[in-house]
């Protein structure tokens, strides 16, 4: 979405005509620069992007129409408002069958010269936000989706939340299916550029030698199939939020010009060597360790330093069971509308189950196995038993004899030290206990002696 301050160049031969346009637009707010002929303002307009241009058609050397033409065969969305004398409104009508958006007539008000760059303000913005619109409306409430119970969760939301307002530049880690995505958008939501577009790229799927295209657009003919003109992720995230999925899948080559974009906030699409401004906050994420990718010269130190403004690691679910049995619910509310049976919930063995597996895919793996079990559901409660037959998870024999509360607990405790090395600081944050607690659970169920081999 296009701001409403608008950057606009007014290019007419008058010099009482320019200052006037600039003084009635910029006590509104508007960013304008002059020229005082064609040649001067194509210069400026080859160089510098403008969401509006004001064009006068009679000037001396090269009139309205041939600077009309020149722009439109340098952008062929540009949007151009023509400048007439009462003598010129057939020619104002040519320029219009051209590509102008629009034409005031002289003498014009002031009022008649804001609205008419209303109306193409207007008209710029729906054309950089209406290939995203339809998907942000589906997707709004995506960010509510991170539900948790965990201390662990509770501080990386507490993180974000205080972050999100700032245009500061964040780093998201963790394993992929833990909802770095979905953090990504509630950054954005919570963002004063909320209203603005939430441009995702997905830089494990782009194919290397398009890369660039994809971000920062291109010019008609500037590789071989480029057959109009197109514009890239940077563009199209005006104003609002830019992520980068993935980000240490990009090549060094692309890495150097991402870095040079994001110190000068601007851009220059393939095949052109006009400058282009850009407004966008950007937010990484990673499943690699880019420290070790820097220290093996795969990514560049500069731009990591650049990403990793403020670092959010999004924990696994495996470190935060306590998150399993209300992420299940939720995922079963969402997808209940698939079953053929009217599914109300899970048995206590079911949610036992799921809480003590060990999710290597994360929340994305959980959503899945839930719509699996409610697609195949056959009974309105989903117990173990559904999810062994439905491939969800592997149910331990030991809980098949049937355990008591404290016994289950015992085991996930171990379990859970173990595999945290036996950090028991670590270990009670990820239960969301105090350290108290865990050395009180330990005397009582008599780890220590297990916890002294082999970890």
């Known amino acids: 979405m296009v701001s409403k301050n608008l950057k606009i160049l007014v290019i007419d031969d008058d ?8 003084e009635t637009l910029e006590r509104v707010g508007h960013d304008v620069e002059l020229a005082e002929d064609g040649q001067q303002g194509l210069g400026l307009f080859m160089r510098w992007a403008y969401d509006v241009v004001l064009l006068d058609l009679r000037m001396p050397d090269m009139d309205g129409l041939t600077v009309l033409r020149h722009i439109r065969e340098q952008d062929p969305e540009a949007v151009v408002i023509i400048i007439s004398g009462h003598g010129s409104i057939a020619t104002a009508v040519q320029a219009m069958k051209l590509g102008a958006f629009d034409y005031v007539a002289k003498p014009f008000t002031p009022d008649e010269l804001r609205q008419a760059v209303d109306k193409a303000g207007e008209k710029r913005r729906l054309e950089l936000e209406n290939t995203y619109l339809r998907a942000e409306l589906e997707r709004r409430t995506a960010a509510n989706h991170l539900i948790h119970r965990s201390r662990a969760m509770a501080q990386v939301m507490e993180t974000a939340l205080k972050v999100a307002p700032t245009d500061t530049t964040v780093l998201l880690t963790g394993e992929s299916g833990t909802g770095k995505g979905l953090l990504a958008r ?5 963002s004063k550029r909320s209203d603005n577009p939430f441009v995702p790229v997905d830089c494990s799927t782009l194919v290397p030698t398009l890369f660039e295209s994809e971000l920062f657009g291109h010019v008609k003919g500037a590789f071989t199939g480029a057959q109009d003109d197109k514009i890239g992720k940077f563009e199209l995230a005006g104003g609002g939020s830019l992520f980068f999925d993935e980000v240490g899948n990009i090549s060094l080559q692309i890495q150097a010009k991402l870095l040079k974009t994001v110190e000068e906030r601007s851009i220059c699409k393939v095949g052109s ?24 010269g795969s990514f560049r130190k500069d731009l990591f330093y650049r990403l990793n403004v403020v670092h959010i690691h999004m ?28 599914v109300r919930g899970f048995t206590p063995r079911a949610l036992e189950a799921l809480t ?8 994305r793996e959980l959503g899945n196995a839930v719509q699996r079990l409610v697609v195949l559901a056959s009974k309105p409660l989903i117990d173990r038993d559904d999810l ?27 379990g859970t030290l173990k595999r945290l090395g036996g950090r028991r600081g670590e270990t009670a944050r990820v239960l969301g206990i ?22």
């Open 273 to 296: 060597n006009r400058v282009i401004r850009v407004d966008t906050r950007l937010i990484a994420a990673t499943n690699q360790n880019l420290n070790n990718a820097v220290a093996q």
């Open 388 to 414: 062994e037959s439905a491939g969800t998870c592997r149910v331990e024999r030991s809980q098949e004899a049937g355990l008591s509360l404290a016994e289950v607990e015992r085991r996930h405790i171990l």
């Open 15 to 22: 010099f009482i005509m320019r200052d006037a346009c600039r």
């Open 434 to 455: 105090d350290r108290k607690t865990l050395r009180n659970k330990i005397i009582r169920y008599q780890l220590d002696s297990e916890l002294n081999g082999p970890l």
């Open 186 to 190: 509630l950054l954005h939501e919570h």
């Open 356 to 363: 003590n597996y060990s999710w290597p895919g994360n929340v």
């Open 315 to 342: 924990p696994p679910l495996r470190e935060r069971p306590e998150d399993v049995p209300i992420l299940a619910e939720h995922f079963l509310e969402r997808f209940r509308y698939l079953a053929p049976t009217r």
